[in-house]
């Protein structure tokens, strides 16, 4: 865990889209943020490419119904690139000033892989195919598996401390555990000469309680 975005249970800045946002900053020049069919709007794909970081999305449900690889310029088999125009309508987490800035249109790239239809910054079929990037957009699951990892196998989707303080300082804790466990598991693996994700995140926390601690 690299970073994380904390905002209320309900209501405004609860949504995921708000927290990405605040998360973006953590992102660096050429790295490529994966996401489900949630997170490829407009103005993400335009802050994806003003910072120099690439995106792999699931397209989201209208745009996929309305996909149509007859359009614009042809790649290959049901691959293409799409010039998308800035909606007109503002959202409301965007200021005039952030919406006046945003480009009038942005070059995208529209695939079907897997059975899904994606959309990427990466817009070149040489150097990104979509043998690549299907292969790619796969190790998304890791991230729910890592999220069910966190909730359920280190207990998190329950807090127990009882004032918004603590239970900010609750969270820390789990994420910095969750770290260090992982830090143990690369470890672990590099001794071995096997790869991290090949190691039961599970087992190892189990191991790790079975191990008598040292009082200091």
Request: proline letters at 5%.
């Amino acid at each position: 865990v690299l970073d994380a975005a904390l905002g209320p249970c309900a209501g405004k800045g609860s949504d995921e889209q708000t927290l990405l946002r605040e998360l973006l900053d953590s992102l660096q020049s050429g790295e490529i943020l994966l996401g489900d069919a949630f997170y490829a709007t407009y103005f993400l794909l335009c802050e994806l490419v003003r910072g120099g970081v690439d995106g792999v999305f699931e397209q989201y449900g209208a745009r996929k119904r309305s996909t149509d690889f007859r359009l614009g310029e042809r790649l290959g088999a049901r691959d293409h690139l799409i010039v998308l125009s800035k909606p007109k309508k503002r959202p409301d987490w965007m200021s005039p000033e952030e919406y006046a800035q945003a480009p009038a249109t942005l070059t995208v790239r529209e695939f079907q892989a897997g059975g899904k239809i994606m959309v990427t910054t990466l817009l070149c079929p040489k150097a990104t195919p979509k043998s690549m990037l299907k292969v790619l957009y796969r190790q998304r699951w890791h991230v729910e598996l890592d999220l069910r990892n966190l909730k359920t196998t280190l207990g998190m989707e329950h807090l127990r401390c009882k004032t918004p303080a603590m239970a900010l300082k609750e969270l820390w804790v789990y994420l910095l555990a969750y770290t260090l466990i992982r830090l143990l598991m690369s470890q672990a693996a590099l001794l071995a000469d096997q790869i991290p994700r090949q190691l039961s995140f599970k087992h190892v926390v189990q191991m790790w309680c079975c191990v008598p601690q040292c009082g200091g």
